[in-house]
């Protein structure tokens, strides 16, 4: 029931291993969004993209790597990743990037459950 | 990123019973936010907040904006189990903060 769509939706990866994670919209957003979510914790944010740019990097290991190909798609390229990095990673857009005094409202896709061994 | 406090962390109630849940910062909020998380789901907006003393109804669900803009509630009237999962706030102002999520408050229902 999400217009936000992700693929896979389970991973199970080695550490040496390099993935991709897909995410896709069709609603016209100008912002998507990257989160990584542990069991029990909230989201937390890793990338923005603003009109396909990359406006926010919080700080994230360079194991993990995004890209916009166009205004509908966002990857997240994975190479050598640990066991700590399994998580569910949500991707979510919302119709105007983060600016401001007011953030839009996010819609969230159903999450990759990744699995590192 | 500035980050609101949610308590308490969990909350267990008989169906039936009413739900609080509370969303609170050391400064003023420029919006609030409120997102729900199924289990094994992925969280979705419930509403956004924006005026002092703000408050809004969803059916069951009451969203409480303070007058100072410095904390924020979500109750629930006569919960069922349709309401369990995580409910998170998040300060919506623009930028990078707006889109730290609070620690959420799990909500689990006994029938």
């Known amino acids: 029931d999400t217009e936000v769509t992700q693929t896979p939706k389970h991973l199970v990866m080695g550490m040496t291993n390099k993935k991709s994670l897909k995410c896709e919209q069709h609603?016209?957003?100008?912002?998507m969004y990257w989160y990584k979510q542990k069991a029990k914790k909230p989201p937390e944010l890793m990338f923005v993209?603003?009109?396909?740019?990359?406006?926010i990097n919080e700080s994230v290991p360079s194991r993990f790597s995004p890209e916009c190909p166009n205004s509908s798609l966002l990857n997240l390229h994975l190479h050598a990743l640990q066991p700590e990095d399994s998580a569910l990673y949500l991707c979510?857009?919302?119709?105007?990037?983060?600016?401001?005094?007011?953030?839009?409202?996010?819609?969230f896709g159903s999450g990759t459950q990744l699995s590192v061994l | 990123g500035q980050q609101v406090m949610q308590i308490p962390q969990y909350q267990h109630v008989q169906e039936g019973e009413d739900f609080t849940t509370y969303c609170n910062s050391s400064?003023?909020?420029?919006?609030i936010q409120w997102y729900k998380q199924r289990p094994g789901g992925h969280p979705v907006f419930l509403i956004q907040?924006?005026?002092?003393?703000e408050v809004k109804k969803q059916k069951r669900l009451t969203f409480q904006f303070g007058e100072a803009k410095k904390n924020s509630s979500l109750h629930i009237t006569a919960t069922q189990t349709t309401d369990v999962g995580t409910y998170f706030c998040?300060?919506?102002?623009?930028?990078?903060?707006?889109?730290?999520f609070g620690k959420g408050t799990h909500l689990i229902i006994q029938p």
């Open positions: 979510a857009s919302s119709q105007d990037p983060p600016s401001g005094t007011i953030n839009e409202k996010l819609f």
């Open positions: 609603m016209g957003h100008r912002a």
């Open positions: 993209y603003s009109y396909e740019k990359l406006s």
């Open positions: 400064t003023t909020l420029s919006n």
């Open positions: 907040l924006v005026k002092s003393g």
């Open positions: 998040t300060n919506s102002g623009g930028g990078a903060d707006g889109l730290t």
